[in-house]
């Protein structure tokens, strides 16, 4: 018997830029952004990060958490996607600018 396994997100209304901010204030969660944001969507295993399983996966967790990616299941693979439109309605003008000031680091 397969379990519906609806990956927990906030909605647009529950998303705070405070757990925004804290999101995108580790290094590899700004690349793993980055990579989407490039990207469109992106599937967890794509990603060539020299680490524990484990740890990516709390890396994608909080992501997902704040607001700043939706993750949707196809299959046995997890896609993720910026949520750009959400987070314009929230905080107009500060994930570009975010995004922006981390592709010239």
Known sequence: MAKNMEIQQPLRDEISLPKVLHALSDPVRMEIVLK??????????????????????????VLRES???????????VINSVRFDDLEARFPGVIGAIIAAARWN
Do not use: W, Y
């Open 67 to 77: 607001g700043v990616v939706a993750s949707r299941r196809e299959g046995n693979v």
């Open 36 to 61: 989407i944001a490039r990207a469109g969507q992106v599937a967890c295993g794509a990603f060539d990060i020299p680490m524990p399983k484990s740890t990516l996966s709390h890396h994608f967790k």
